[in-house]
Structures are given as C-alpha cells and as structure tokens.
C-alpha cells in the first residue's frame, strides 16, 4: 500500500547518495570482515586437519573467502556510482549498469545468507569428521619410525594436554588399541608375550593410558597403568573414586570448541547479512530516485544562452 508522496528536490538526491557511498564504504569494512573470517576458520581447520578426515570442511571458509572478495568489489563499485550520481551527466553513464548491478548484489545478499546457514549446517560433518580422524590418529599413536605418522603421537599429546581430554569419546578408548610400538616391548619378559598371544589379532592391548591424559590438577600421582587393577594401588578404587585422567574425550572437546567458533561467525555473518538486506533495498531507491530526477533544456530562439534547470521528481515510497 502506497503511503504519503515524497518530493524528492536534486539536494536532497545528493545526500542520500552521499549517505549510500557512506554505507557502501561500511559495507567494504563488512566485506573485509567476511574474508577475515573465512581466513581464521580456514587456519583453525587447517590446524587439526591431521585428526580429521576430509569431508568438504573447507567449503564453508571457501566460501566466506569469496564472499567477502566480491562484497568488496560490489560496493567499490557502488561507492563509485554513488559518487557520480551527484552529478546526473555522470551518473547517465552509469544508467545501464545500474539494473544489472542491483540483480548482482541481490544474488550477492543470498550468499551472504548461506555462507552464514552453512555454517550452522556444518557441524554435522564436523563431528562424523572429528569422530574418523581421532579414531585414526590413535589407531597409528605407535607408529612412531612410520614416514608419515611419526608426527601424530606428538599431535595426540599435545591435543589431550591443550583441551584437557583424553580418548575420542573417553579414556577407556585407549584400552582398546595398542598405543605402545613394538620396538618398546620387552619381549624377554613372559607377561609381554603372553598378552600377545592372547589376542587374535596380535595387539599389547593394556588398560593404560597415554601421560598426556594425565589430570595435571589432581594432588595424587598419575595413575596411567593397570588403571582397572585395584589391588596395583594403595588406597585405590577406580570404580567409586575419581580417576586423575582427564575424563572428557577428545571428539567432544574439539566439538565444543568448533561450535563456538562457528556460532560466532554464523551469528556475525547474519548480521551482516541483515545489513546488506537493507543496503539493497537502499540501492533500488537510489536508483529510482535517480532516474526520475531528469535535466530539462530550454533554449530560447531569440537568445544564444541555454538555461537548464533541474526537475523534481514526486516518489511514492511504499
């Protein structure tokens, strides 16, 4: 529904694309941000990529990345068409341009909006990425003379050292695979042989732990091996006393720490998005504005002289 005409006079043309080159300014700050963003999700990824397994977790700081380069690029150029619509010889220069540059920037505001749903909606391959890539740097925490996984036993420790965690989903997941090497097992002693033979597959399968899961806050010495044996300890039950382990698995540490990350840039990203939603709606105006204010040219027969004055323009805003 229309409401109440508004006279728009080529003053007051002039200073809404003042205001306009002002918000296209703010909207290159807000670009500038979107590629920032993009860039310390991509670092933050790329720091733990070894205790993940790909799974196009890339693509939403890709995203971001391109996002925030053409935002910069769009309002640089509108900055400039609003600079020049000041004066209407220069701004019909632009007269062409200006549909398409509009359509461009509403496409740009939607993927805005899905940089900011995607990154609510990665978090579902995060976990399942955390989940196989953890499995699988504990799986090779022994190998540590094996080109291309000698890193990961340091990876793993300082991880459950810096996040206070230990296992994927808990301390127990490390009874479960062998995190010692071969090469580190006395194979004089028979405890170390029979444990051997005792499972199928071969593995020095103990209930111990690495000392990187150790509590670093627990006024008792750490308990790490035969943590199950009670009889191996003085004063020691592990069923009804707290363990000095840490007791929080690695999978829903990082979990907890990514989601952070990214509830805070998918909330940024929104309000960005809700800002450039109305910068849009702010470009359309200027648009019809501008073109409705057109120069006239009298030229008098009995006079050399041109006067040219400029029309007003009634604007119904609705």
């Known amino acids: 529904m229309a409401v109440l005409p508004v006279r728009f006079t080529k003053t007051m043309r002039d200073k809404l694309a003042q205001v306009l080159w002002v918000l296209n300014w703010i909207s290159i700050i807000t670009g500038i941000i979107l590629f920032s963003l993009g860039i310390f999700l991509k670092v933050e990824i790329n720091k733990r990529q070894d205790l993940m397994v790909e799974r196009q977790l890339q693509s939403v700081p890709n995203m971001l990345i391109a996002v925030g380069l053409i935002a910069c690029a769009i309002n640089f150029l509108g900055g400039k068409i609003c600079y020049d619509c000041v004066d209407t010889n220069k701004f019909l220069r632009w007269k062409l341009v200006m549909l398409p540059y509009i359509i461009c920037t509403f496409f740009f505001t939607l993927s805005v909006l899905v940089g900011a749903l ?4 990665m978090l579902g391959q995060l976990e399942e990425s955390l989940t196989l890539g953890l499995r699988d740097a504990m799986r090779y925490y022994k190998d540590t003379d094996t080109p291309g996984r000698c890193f990961l036993k340091r990876t793993v420790d300082l991880l459950q050292i810096q996040f206070q965690c230990c296992g994927n989903e808990g301390y127990r997941d490390w009874f479960q695979i062998q995190w010692v090497s071969n090469r580190y097992l006395d194979m004089s002693q028979r ?3 029979d444990r051997l033979r005792s499972n199928v597959e071969g593995k020095y399968l103990t209930d111990g732990v690495p000392f990187s899961c150790c509590n670093v806050n627990s ?18 039950d592990y069923q009804t006393e707290e363990l000095n382990l840490w007791m929080r698995g690695c999978r829903q540490a990082l ?6 990350i990214m509830h805070s840039i998918g909330l940024t990203v929104l309000i960005i998005w809700l800002f450039e939603t109305s ?3 702010s470009r359309a105006e200027e648009k019809t ?18 006067k040219t004055r400029s029309s007003c323009c009634v604007h119904d805003m609705s």
């Not at 979990?255 to 952070?260: A, E, I, S």
């Not at 409705?292 to 006079?303: E, I, L, V």
């Open 219 to 236: 006024p008792r010495p750490c308990i790490q091996y035969q943590i199950t044996n009670n009889s191996a300890h003085f004063n020691y």
């Open 118 to 121: 995607m990154c609510y909606s």
């Open 255 to 260: 979990l907890d720490y990514y989601t952070n």
């Open 279 to 281: 910068h849009v709606i």
């Open 289 to 306: 504005v501008a073109e409705c204010c057109k120069q006239t040219t009298a030229t008098f027969n009995n006079s050399s002289r041109t």
């Open 191 to 193: 405890e170390v042989v």
